[in-house]
């Protein structure tokens, strides 16, 4: 092993790193982290990561900046694609666990797995976190709920790549084509408006207003609530290997009476949307 004099250098057959990659790597990471503006030069990584003692000592992360003169090292300077450090925050007191996940994110970590008891307090439990920068994978009981719990907290935060609001955190990312999705080669299920998991029809309305459907895909609905052209397929995604389709079964009068109040509707057109699943004769 060859460098200057009490310094290591690391030597590898294929690349080879200086003082300035290493440099504009570290830069990169205090800037995700909001420590360093765009404008900053590179070579200011040593002031802000720089340690001064009681006694008035600098103390620099890697000994001193002369030291690496000419020293070349091997690895994390460059990387084959996007690469996360990811945090385990285990169920517990929020307050501690808020401080703990914000030294990590401090020291280097780039995302947080969250393991949420029911009813977390996730104000306390993300305060000061950026949720614009470091994704969060949710992983609870009850995932609609902290999935909900958790966009409520964010409000109109452009969240992170990588956010995962109930898939789990350890799953590899899917890349699927069009016709995979189709194809539902992934792990969750599509339930469709209209089919035995949701057989009301209408249900296709509040997809086509949320997702303005006709002007970005060109894709209608007809007054029987048909998808034209008749190739297209809808429905609603669930991420979850454990999800699982079901059926709905025989309503009950009541049920329609219910359902119709929620949709405000009469009875009359409850009973005509969803007259395959009726357990009763609507004319009795």
């Given at each position: 092993?060859?460098?200057?004099?009490?310094?290591?250098?690391?030597?590898?057959?294929?690349?080879?790193?200086?003082?300035?990659?290493?440099?504009?790597?570290?830069?990169?990471?205090?800037?995700?982290?909001?420590?360093?503006?765009?404008?900053?030069?590179?070579?200011?990584?040593?002031?802000?990561?720089?340690?001064?003692?009681?006694?008035?000592?600098?103390?620099?992360?890697?000994?001193?900046?002369?030291?690496?003169?000419?020293?070349?090292?091997?690895?994390?300077?460059?990387?084959?694609?996007?690469?996360?450090?990811?945090?385990?925050?285990?169920?517990?007191?929020?307050?501690?666990?808020?401080?703990?996940?914000?030294?990590?994110?401090?020291?280097?970590?780039?995302?947080?797995?969250?393991?949420?008891?029911?009813?977390?307090?996730?104000?306390?439990?993300?305060?000061?976190?950026?949720?614009?920068?470091?994704?969060?994978?949710?992983?609870?009981?009850?995932?609609?709920?902290?999935?909900?719990?958790?966009?409520?907290?964010?409000?109109?935060?452009?969240l992170a790549t990588g956010t995962n609001l109930g898939a789990p955190a350890t799953a590899d990312d899917e890349t699927l084509s069009n016709d995979d999705l189709i194809a539902e080669r992934y792990a969750g299920i599509r339930p469709a408006p209209g089919y035995p998991a949701c057989p009301d029809h209408t249900e296709k309305l509040t997809l086509w207003n949320l997702m303005?459907?006709?002007?970005?895909?060109?894709?209608?609905?007809?007054?029987?609530?048909?998808?034209?052209?008749?190739?297209?397929?809808?429905?609603?995604?669930?991420?979850?290997?454990?999800?699982?389709?079901?059926?709905?079964?025989?309503?009950?009068?009541?049920?329609?009476?219910?359902?119709?109040?929620?949709?405000?509707?009469?009875?009359?057109?409850?009973?005509?949307?969803?007259?395959?699943?009726?357990?009763?004769?609507?004319?009795?």
């Amino acid at each position: 092993m060859t460098g200057p004099e009490g310094a290591l250098e690391l030597a590898h057959a294929e690349d080879a790193w200086t003082r300035a990659d290493w440099e504009k790597a570290t830069a990169a990471v205090l800037r995700k982290s909001r420590r360093m503006s765009e404008e900053d030069a590179d070579s200011l990584v040593w002031d802000k990561l720089t340690r001064r003692t009681l006694d008035g000592l600098d103390i620099t992360p890697l000994g001193t900046p002369s030291s690496l003169e000419g020293l070349a090292t091997a690895g994390r300077p460059a990387r084959a694609g996007d690469w996360d450090v990811r945090s385990l925050v285990e169920a517990g007191p929020e307050k501690q666990l808020n401080e703990a996940a914000l030294v990590d994110l401090d020291g280097g970590v780039t995302s947080l797995w969250l393991q949420l008891d029911a009813g977390a307090d996730l104000a306390t439990l993300l305060e000061g976190v950026l949720l614009d920068l470091a994704p969060v994978a949710l992983d609870a009981a009850d995932p609609l709920a902290a999935a909900q719990a958790f966009l409520e907290h964010a409000g109109d935060t452009d969240l992170a790549t990588g956010t995962n609001l109930g898939a789990p955190a350890t799953a590899d990312d899917e890349t699927l084509s069009n016709d995979d999705l189709i194809a539902e080669r992934y792990a969750g299920i599509r339930p469709a408006p209209g089919y035995p998991a949701c057989p009301d029809h209408t249900e296709k309305l509040t997809l086509w207003n949320l997702m303005d459907v006709e002007a970005s895909t060109g894709i209608s609905l007809t007054e029987s609530m048909a998808m034209w052209p008749g190739a297209s397929v809808s429905g609603v995604y669930y991420s979850h290997p454990d999800s699982q389709y079901f059926v709905v079964g025989r309503l009950g009068r009541d049920q329609v009476a219910a359902y119709a109040e929620r949709k405000g509707w009469s009875l009359q057109e409850a009973e005509k949307w969803l007259s395959p699943n009726l357990g009763y004769d609507p004319d009795d």
